[in-house]
T-cell receptor, first 114, second 114 residues
Framework: SQKIEQNSEALNIQEGKTATLTCNYTNYSPAYLQWYRQDPGRGPVFLLLIRENEKEKRKERLKVTFDTTLKQSLFHITASQPADSATYLCALDMRSWGYSTLTFGKGTMLLVSP | NAGVTQTPKFRVLKTGQSMTLLCAQDMNHEYMYWYRQDPGMGLRLIHYSVGEGTTAKGEVPDGYNVSRLKKQNFLLGLESAAPSQTSVYFC?????????????FGEGSRLTVL
């Protein structure tokens, strides 16, 4: 079965710096990889999806890379702000017949200090 | 547009009691999912449904039953609750053949089994 590891349980950075979160997986590469944000006491919210044939995806201050050789995805938040503090989840998207059964990592808690 | 609504939000049960969690979505999504989230474990898929009248087992289905009698509703039942089922339960839905395959999550139902 697939195993997913997100680099650390918590990451502390200063406002304005770039936060880099890591997602590593074993076994076969998924067709897609998704990133979600989860605030305390709330449900996860979708941020970005990257396909196996895409090396990089951007959305505003967010950037995701996907390296199927290294079996790794990196998630970057540039010019980080305290409002970016949250837990970030990566999920392997083993898509089948149009629907996604996602396998989630445990998440990395990001704390951005002013 | 409410999105995905879960009821109840909180519940305390005694071992052996039964209960049903209700998930309702108003986005006309074909696919619906039930996840549980435990500290240090991440989100794990319990059951899912690819359409009205169909259900399938996920990673951790034991002790749970589900039903999808209407497209907009997905029910998760615990017939005889156990302390190991203390968790936060998230319902999610997704659209068939979506460009992104993103999951839309509810706000969660926190269940404590004493």
């Amino acid at each position: 079965s697939q195993k997913i590891e997100q680099n650390s349980e918590a990451l502390n950075i200063q406002e304005g710096k770039t936060a880099t979160l890591t997602c590593n997986y074993t076994n076969y590469s998924p067709a897609y990889l998704q990133w979600y944000r989860q605030d305390p006491g709330r449900g996860p919210v979708f941020l970005l999806l990257i396909r196996e044939n895409e090396k990089e995806k951007r959305k505003e201050r967010l950037k995701v890379t996907f390296d199927t050789t290294l079996k790794q995805s990196l998630f970057h938040i540039t010019a980080s702000q305290p409002a970016d503090s949250a837990t970030y989840l990566c999920a392997l998207d083993m898509r089948s017949w149009g629907y996604s059964t996602l396998t989630f990592g445990k998440g990395t808690m990001l704390l951005v200090s002013p | 547009n409410a999105g995905v609504t879960q009821t109840p939000k909180f519940r305390v049960l005694k071992t052996g009691q039964s209960m049903t969690l209700l998930c309702a979505q108003d986005m006309n999504h074909e696919y619906m999912y039930w996840y549980r989230q435990d500290p240090g474990m991440g989100l794990r898929l319990i059951h899912y449904s690819v359409g009205e009248g169909t259900t399938a087992k996920g990673e951790v289905p034991d002790g749970y039953n589900v039903s999808r009698l209407k497209k907009q509703n997905f029910l998760l039942g615990l017939e005889s609750a156990a302390p190991s089922q203390t968790s936060v339960y998230f319902c999610a839905s997704s659209y068939y053949r979506a460009n992104t395959g993103e999951l839309f999550f509810g706000e969660g139902s926190r269940l404590t089994v004493l």
